[in-house]
């Protein structure tokens, strides 16, 4: 995962713009006179994700035509969004602009390699309607990480994945994703999970709930796969010249710069899981 500077978009006023082009009269009224229960809701979510208690929020389990607050319908909230925020002949998809561009350099923040083409749900509207605009509950993702998110919603604090506004510290700063060579033809790399011994046990969880939730294990040994690939000819070329110490070191360097980035990069975790390999320094490698 890599970390995003939380949006400075002031909800009220993004709340007020998607109101206001409301085309049906009825439907924005009934909105404009829950809106200070709107805000509250987005202020208990702030306090909430701070503490990593999000899941504490309960779930809307009605239908679209059923009401979230006083008259106005799960359909009517979700629209904040859809109908009003989304498309780009309206007037607040400005603020929509603003969230999916914060990404640095556009990478996903989810998974760490994919472009950023929309914005995600942290706590999906369908089951949080009234938040369905709320800005800090629209992080920037790739389509791959939006589609394949698993559609169960957190019951408990480990069942949450990470949240790339609010989770730092640790979650960043500890290396917690590794991977193992697999001796196959083609190489296979494997990822897996492995947080630090004296984490509290929910961050454990929260971690594999994260590499299980964005279906990491299978996406990141595609992108190894590729790297690996391209590292043969690179190899083969070494190997001749520094033998299985050359690769060794090479591998390491590579390894290196890819921890200076991204403790928890995939990149990372596979040049180190090649750079101890003996069997792929020492030749394993001309089967990439």
């Known amino acids: 995962m890599r970390i995003i ?26 909105v404009e006179q829950v809106s200070e229960n709107i805000i509250a809701a987005g202020g208990a979510y702030q306090q909430l994700v701070t503490s990593a208690n999000l899941f504490s929020i309960p779930i809307f389990t009605g239908k679209d035509d059923d009401p979230v607050i006083a008259s106005v319908t799960r359909k009517e909230l979700k629209d904040l969004y859809s109908a009003q925020l989304v498309p780009a002949s309206k007037p607040s998809r400005r603020y929509y602009d603003s969230l999916k561009i914060s990404a640095p350099l556009g990478i996903c923040p989810f998974c760490g390699f994919g472009q950023v083409r929309t914005l995600d749900h942290y706590l999906p509207k369908a089951k949080f309607p009234i938040l369905s605009i709320l800005p800090i509950n629209l992080v920037p993702s790739c389509a791959d990480c939006n ?29 917690w994703l590794y991977a193992e060579v697999l001796e ?25 709930s994260h590499f299980t939730d964005f279906k990491l294990a299978g996406r990141f040994s595609v992108q190894a796969a590729n790297e690996v690939t391209s590292l043969n000819g690179e190899l083969q070329y070494d190997y001749p010249i520094s033998g299985e110490a050359g690769v060794r070191r090479e591998l390491e360097k590579k390894s290196m710069v ?4 991204h403790k928890n990069s995939w990149k990372t975790a596979m040049y180190q899981a090649l750079s101890v390999n003996d069997w792929y320094c020492n030749g394993g490698f001309s089967l990439g």
Request: aromatic letters at 8%.
């Open 184 to 208: 196959t033809e083609p190489v296979t790399i494997r990822f897996f999970v492995s947080a630090p011994d004296d984490w509290l046990l929910i961050d454990k969880q929260r971690v594999a």
């Open 147 to 175: 589609k394949d998110k698993t559609a169960g919603v957190a019951t408990a604090a480990g069942e949450q994945c990470l949240h790339p506004y609010f989770d730092r510290n640790h979650f960043i700063d500890d290396q």
């Open 5 to 30: 500077n939380p949006p400075t978009i002031v909800y009220d006023e993004v709340l007020q713009s998607c109101v206001a082009s409301i085309p049906s009269a009825d439907v924005r009224a009934r």
């Open 258 to 261: 890819a921890q200076r980035l």
